[in-house]
Nanobody, 125 residues
Framework: QVQLVESGGGLVQPGGSLRLSCTASEFTLNYYAIGWFRQAPGKEREGVSCITSNNESTFYSDSVKGRFTTYRDTAKNTVYLHMNSLKPEDTALYYC??????????????????WGQGTQVTVSS
C-alpha cells in the first residue's frame, strides 16, 4: 500500500506563505510523478501541481500559477509545495499523491496510485 505523509499546513493571513511537505518511508518518491491536490468544503478535489523526477518538469493549475512552486529534495525523499501570496480561496485540505509512472498528465500525475491523509491550510485574517 502506497503511504504518503503531508505536513506543514496551518493558519496564515492573506498574502502570507506556507510550505507543505510530502514524504514517504517505503519507496523513493523520485521514481514517480508527484502531485498536489486540494479540496475545499463543499467542493470537489482539484489538482494543483505535478512534478516529474529530478525536478525535470513542473506543471500548475491556472489558479496557482505564479504563486505556488513545487520541487523535490531527493536526499530527503521529500516533495514540497511552496505557497506564496495566499488567498482566502486557497483554504482547503491539501493532499499529495503519487502517480503510477513518472508522467504528468497536465498538472496531475497520470494514474494516481496513492494518497496522503492531507494537511489543512486556512487563509484568513
Amino acid at each position: 500500500q502506497v503511504q504518503l505523509v503531508e505536513s506543514g499546513g496551518g493558519l496564515v493571513q492573506p498574502g502570507g506563505s506556507l510550505r507543505l511537505s510530502c514524504t514517504a518511508s517505503e519507496f523513493t518518491l523520485n521514481y514517480y510523478a508527484i502531485g498536489w491536490f486540494r479540496q475545499a468544503p463543499g467542493k470537489e478535489r482539484e489538482g494543483v501541481s505535478c512534478i516529474t523526477s529530478n525536478n525535470e518538469s513542473t506543471f500548475y493549475s491556472d489558479s496557482v500559477k505564479g504563486r505556488f512552486t513545487t520541487y523535490r529534495d531527493t536526499a530527503k525523499n521529500t516533495v514540497y509545495l511552496h505557497m506564496n501570496s495566499l488567498k482566502p480561496e486557497d483554504t482547503a485540505l491539501y493532499y499529495c499523491a503519487r502517480g503510477a509512472y513518472n508522467y504528468c498528465s497536465g498538472y496531475v500525475p497520470k494514474s494516481v496510485s496513492g494518497w496522503g491523509q492531507g494537511t489543512q491550510v486556512t487563509v484568513s485574517s
